[in-house]
């Protein structure tokens, strides 16, 4: 049987074997750190306690790749302006079941009413402004189209009803007309069979001759004003503070 034993050395430990050194070991500096932080570990694992370490071996660590946040470069988008039709409006139309029928176009309609046998005596006070001599139909379409700055305009009208369609430029007073014809038109079993519009203009939809009474409707469009290009300060004041 062998004879083994050990001999510490300073940071060198010598095997004997038989009265003969036969291996040299080296004792690592770090080996008591070690042991201790295996002990610590086994602590803190009993405890409930969880616990990373990393061991250096000396060799460097390739960094990981950058991580780039991309943050997207904001742009200014002119908010619409949304265009709010205002129309002077005669109460009577609605009780015949006249109405709007809105268009893309550029054209709105600002104000209708009608008359009854040519007598402007009961119109509502704001369309005395576009009454004129020679406005004296009885049984009429009247349409007239004006620019953006309130002029009249040589704008072609459309009067249309179940069946077909004519249409008239304005007369040299600005206003162009058509004759309707009275149908049988019961306003009790719904809206009248014409409509007039100003092309690519809003709709007066559901006018005619009430029971073949002489009733005239008149209406006026307008060309909507083009969208406003935004200036340097609604850009900034829309960046700031957006709608």
Same mark, same amino acid.
């Given at each position: 049987? *062998? /004879?083994?034993?050990? &001999?510490? =050395? %300073? !940071? $060198?430990?010598? $095997?004997?074997? /038989?009265?003969?050194? *036969?291996r040299y070991v080296k004792r690592r500096a770090w080996l008591p750190f070690l042991c201790g932080l295996v002990a610590i570990v086994g602590m803190l694992t009993l405890s409930g306690c969880i616990l990373t370490i990393t061991i250096s071996t000396g060799e460097? +660590?390739?960094?990981?790749?950058? @991580?780039v946040t991309v943050t997207p470069t904001a742009t200014y988008e002119p908010t619409p302006t949304p265009y709010v039709q205002k129309v002077l409006w005669d109460s009577r139309l609605t009780e015949l079941g006249v109405s709007i029928t809105p268009s893309s176009g550029k054209y709105r309609l600002i104000a209708a009413w009608l008359t009854k046998n040519g007598n402007w005596d009961d119109v509502p006070d704001w369309a005395h402004q576009w009454q004129l001599d020679t406005l004296g139909g009885d049984h009429? $379409?009247?349409?007239?189209?004006? !620019?953006?700055? %309130? =002029?009249?305009?040589?704008?072609?009208?459309?009067?249309?009803?179940?069946? %077909? *369609? !004519?249409?008239? @430029? +304005? &007369?040299? /007073?600005?206003?162009? =007309?058509? +004759?309707?014809?009275g149908q049988n038109w019961n306003p009790a079993n719904g809206p009248g069979p014409y409509t007039w519009y100003a092309l690519n203009g809003d709709k007066l939809s559901g006018v005619g001759m009430p029971l073949n009474n002489h009733w005239s409707f008149f209406g006026v469009w307008q060309e909507q004003p083009a969208a406003k290009a935004p200036t340097l300060g609604d850009i900034i004041v829309n960046w700031f503070w957006p709608r």
């Open positions: 049987m *062998s /004879d083994v034993h050990y &001999e510490h =050395n %300073g !940071d $060198v430990i010598i $095997v004997w074997r /038989d009265g003969t050194p *036969s460097t +660590p390739t960094p990981a790749a950058p @991580t009429h $379409v009247f349409g007239r189209c004006l !620019d953006a700055a %309130g =002029n009249p305009i040589a704008k072609t009208f459309q009067l249309s009803w179940p069946g %077909g *369609s !004519d249409g008239r @430029t +304005p &007369e040299a /007073d600005g206003w162009a =007309n058509l +004759p309707m014809a």
